[in-house]
């Protein structure tokens, strides 16, 4: 079995990725490797509270890519170092700055979905690039190629991770 990386709580609409500023977050839905590359990736907190409340997330959801805290990031780099980047992030509050969150990029992307278990529309019609609106999302038992985590080809803002993955994040959430 295999799970969707995602928040328990809804992080979404704490913080915006700052567009006009920063690096086209859709590169990093793209499945490859942006090392080497130069970024600029900031995000500004939407108030206070959820600028003082995100220190306590490790994972959140932005109007960009999704960021990481640096402990779950070091677990990812331990755990699945070549398959996986990690792009430092600024998060701003007015003068205030907080740093320790990344993006996070996964190098592959590969299909992810059991199609003939989930429920989806076709939203356009180009049978080379189909996109997809889903109600109902069931991922494949086993992900592909032996890879451990990965981008999701049918919906590229997912990531998925293996179940044999997930055992030392388990491990790793004890001790924290």
């Known amino acids: 079995m295999n799970y969707i990386i995602s928040t328990i709580r809804n992080t979404y609409n ?21 090392e080497g590359l130069d970024f600029t990736l900031k995000y500004q907190a ?47 509050y007015e003068n205030e700055i907080l740093s320790g969150f990344s993006v996070i990029n996964s190098i592959k992307k ?7 278990k989930s429920e989806y529309e076709l939203t356009n019609f180009d049978p080379h690039n189909p996109v997809y609106m889903f109600l109902y999302t069931v991922i494949l038992d086993n992900i592909p ?12 803002n997912l990531i998925v991770i293996s179940e044999n993955k997930i055992c030392d994040f388990e491990l790793w ?3 924290n």
Do not use: W
């Not at 600028?51 to 959801?61: P, Q």
């Not at 590969?110 to 003939?116: A, G, K, L, P, R």
């Open 14 to 34: 704490m913080l915006d990725y700052l567009h006009d500023i920063s690096a086209n977050f859709s590169l990093f839905n793209e499945g490859i490797s942006l």
């Open 46 to 92: 939407k108030n206070k509270s959820s600028f003082k409340t995100i220190e306590k997330f490790h994972l959140l959801s932005t109007t960009g890519p999704d960021l990481v805290s640096r402990d779950l990031r070091v677990v990812l780099e331990q755990t699945v170092p070549t398959e996986v980047e990690f792009f430092d992030a600024e998060i701003c």
């Open 110 to 116: 590969i299909d992810c979905c059991d199609m003939d």
């Open 145 to 156: 190629d032996g890879f451990n985590i990965v981008r999701c080809n049918e919906q590229s």
């Open 173 to 175: 959430l004890e001790g």
